[in-house]
Structures are given as structure tokens and as C-alpha cells.
């Protein structure tokens, strides 16, 4: 079994390293001011091992190395995903960059296509067409 980074047991049940295959709770980043060397920016991991919860934490380095990352966000797991699947979930999360360049959403456009497709369950009116088949019928 093979270890993810440097991440630091936070209690005594973690004898090692946050082990990739383990099942994971939650992974929560944050940001949290160090003394005498300003914001930075930390992960944790609560884990299942030996039927008991342990974290782990690890330091991301300082907050304006993440200019465009949520000041802290929560991964909610229980168990469905393993140590190695939500860490690079995170990682995907704080990388995310909003883009700016996105057409305006069209609002009225919008709503009247959402007028259109009730009408159309309401008159169980069917679309056929290539790569297309909607079948309204109750």
C-alpha cells in the first residue's frame, strides 16, 4: 500500500500515512491564519481505519498561492470514494477557474423553452429525429 503526500496524522490511532485505498468521510480545505507567516491554506482528511475516525491534515502552502479557490469548501464521501479518488476530487474543485468568457444566459429564451416542453407533456406530444427520441405518455 502506497502513501498520499505528506499528510499528518492529527490523533494517535494514525500510526502512518494516510494510506490511498482507505475509505474516506469528508475532505475539508480551509484557509487558517499561521503565526508570523500569514493566511495559509490546509486539507483535511477523516478517514475510516480500524473502525475508528482518524484525520489527517496536510499544508497546502500559503492562500495567494490560490487566488481563485473558495476560501474553504467540504467533499462529503461516507465511505464512497478512497483517500487517493477525493483528494484528486479536491484538487479538480480548487483548480476550477470561473471562466469569463461564457455566452449571457438567455432568460426569456429559456422560459419559454420550458413553457414549449410542458405543453408538449400536457398533449403526450412525442419527438422522433436523429439521435433523439422523447416519448411523453403516462
Known sequence: ????GLFLPRNALAK????RDEPVQWLQEYEKDK???GL?????VR???NDRMVDFTKELGPASAFPNA??????LSLGEFTAEEIVDIADAHR?????????????????RNELEEK???RARRSVFGPGITVVRSF
Not at 500500500?1 to 498520499?4: D, E, P, Q
Open 1 to 4: 500500500m502506497s502513501n498520499i
Open 16 to 19: 502512518t500515512d494516510l494510506r
Open 35 to 37: 503565526p508570523t507567516r
Open 40 to 44: 495559509y491554506r490546509y486539507q483535511l
Open 47 to 49: 478517514v475510516v481505519r
Open 70 to 75: 473558495s476560501p474553504s469548501f467540504t467533499v
Open 95 to 111: 483548480d476550477d477557474r470561473p471562466s469569463n468568457d461564457r455566452e449571457p444566459t438567455d432568460l426569456i429564451g429559456e422560459y
Open 119 to 121: 405543453q408538449s407533456l
